[in-house]
């Protein structure tokens, strides 16, 4: 009986899928990211891994997350990079190559805030 019940709880974990799984979907490529406001500011980037979006002012850096939003097709997580700030990004996904971010928070003492669209472009190049 013991067996059968440990049976019964673990299926539903086995068909879960992985966490900021939305973020994986992303079509790897050459990236455009034209801010809104500020005379809509743009920057390039190649993404081969849709999760370099969630700290876009933190690049590289190994910092603790939490993620607080996990759906189909947006993802909060809040961040924090030890000794250099913390950030708060939502990504929402409108097609695998099109994408709405929104990000806050510290960096170096500063604080940050922008909201983006995020188109792919192409290969990288």
């Known amino acids: 009986m013991a067996i ?32 809104r406001g500020d005379g809509g500011t743009t920057h390039r980037l190649c993404v081969d ?3 370099k979006l969630i700290q876009l002012r933190h690049p590289g850096l190994a910092c603790n997350r939490v993620v607080v939003v996990d759906a189909p097709n947006q993802v909060t997580v809040q961040y924090t990079c030890r000794g250099r700030g913390y950030g708060r990004t ?36």
């Not at 709880?9 to 994986?24: H, N, S, W």
């Not at 099109?98 to 928070?105: C, H, K, T």
């Not at 805030?113 to 190049?125: K, L, Y």
């Open 4 to 35: 059968a019940v440990l049976g019964a709880v673990a299926v539903p974990a086995y068909g879960q899928k992985p966490e900021l799984g939305m973020l994986d979907q992303l079509d790897h490529g050459e990236w455009v990211l034209r801010e």
């Open 90 to 125: 939502h990504i929402r996904r409108e097609t695998n190559d099109l994408i709405q971010i929104d990000s806050q928070g510290i960096v170096d003492g500063l604080p940050f805030s922008f909201a983006a669209e995020g188109r792919r472009v192409g290969d990288c190049r």
């Open 49 to 51: 891994n849709g999760r």
